[in-house]
């Protein structure tokens, strides 16, 4: 479990990140509660949200590839593709609400990699049930 230990310690300082910088924006506007009608932040709230509804679906996929014994370099691969992708989706959603190269990039990126552990998870289940059963 030390690899996708890696990545949960490198998404949750990401998450935390995020946060701070809603709380910074709640600070500066004297914004309690929502987005106070500011753009920026609703576009901050909504990055931090987008982040912590994604990550941990994506890490628990990570850790049962990694229990199943998946090859570390499959591993790596997908957790660098999770990461990349993350931050550019949180980088291009803070920075515009339309359209940006970040958010698209970064929201596909994030897509390959769930898809592709759970494509590989069931693939495993498949092999191991047609070898054994």
Known sequence: MRITGLYAALL????????LRVSLFRNRHKI????GGVP??????RA????????PLALILLLVLELDQ????LLH???IVLVV?????????SGASGYSFGRSVGIALTLLSIIGMA???LWQFLLLHLLVG
Do not use: S
Not at 32 to 35: E, T
């Open 32 to 35: 309690g509660l929502g987005d």
């Open 48 to 55: 931090h949200a987008n982040a912590v509804e994604t990550i």
């Open 85 to 93: 992708g993350r931050v550019l989706h949180g980088l291009g959603l």
């Open 40 to 45: 920026a932040m609703a576009r901050a709230v």
């Open 12 to 19: 949750a300082l990401w998450v935390v990140g995020l946060l």
């Open 119 to 121: 494509v590989l998870l």
């Open 77 to 79: 691969a997908f957790g």
């Open 70 to 73: 998946t090859q570390p370099w």
